[in-house]
């Protein structure tokens, strides 16, 4: 037996799991979860009949369609979050707008548990940054790069006045080099 073999077999739950965390790390699943779990009390509780030892308990109330379109755009937020991480930071602000307003709307926001999983879900998903691929940061630590732009962007570089003419402040002097154009912006 080699140092390189592995003590135990790689079955197909070890090889299933190490791909589930592959997928995982590299969007914001964690995000994505606490969103649709804020999602599910939101809609829920509007059309819930909870039972009380022989007390029925119906917490409908007139805004049982608005609950459920929260709740719904909630859950459909964090699938997004899973399977298209480049829409994060709106998936996120969305998600924070959605619980919010989900408090007055929806119970209490799903009695606040609805309320607080999208908060957390929603900062999470917006804090949330996509790690850099190693071949780039090797490529940032080059000795001798020095960190210089590549090339200059004509419309920001800085004016230099001509000597013996009138200085013309307006910014849109050909004497200037401004080439007729307003350079204020």
Do not use: C
């Not at 190490?18 to 009390?41: D, E, N």
């Not at 090797?138 to 419309?155: F, I, L, N, R, S």
Request: no cysteine; glycine share 14%; charged share 10%.
């Amino acid at each position: 037996m080699s140092a390189e073999t592995p003590a135990v077999p790689s079955g197909q739950f070890s090889r299933r799991r190490a791909q589930f965390r592959a997928w995982r790390g590299t969007r914001p699943f964690w995000a994505g979860l606490f969103v649709m779990l804020g999602g599910l009390p939101i809609a829920y509780f509007p059309y819930a009949h909870l039972q009380v030892g022989h007390l029925t308990l119906a917490m409908s109330t007139t805004a049982g369609a608005g609950s459920l379109i929260i709740g719904v755009l909630l859950i459909v937020l964090g699938f997004s979050l899973w399977f298209q991480k480049h829409v994060r930071t709106f998936a996120g602000v969305a998600a924070i707008l959605l619980g919010l307003v989900s408090i007055p709307v929806s119970n209490l926001g799903g009695f606040l548990l609805g309320f607080l999983f999208a908060l957390v879900g929603g900062a999470m998903a917006v804090a949330w940054a996509p790690d850099e691929p190693p071949a780039e940061a090797a490529q940032e630590d080059v000795p001798g790069a020095g960190g210089a732009p590549q090339a200059m962007d004509t419309d920001t570089t800085i004016l230099k006045p001509v000597v013996g003419e009138p200085i013309d402040l307006s910014g849109t002097s050909p004497a200037n080099g401004a080439n007729g154009r307003h350079s204020a912006g």
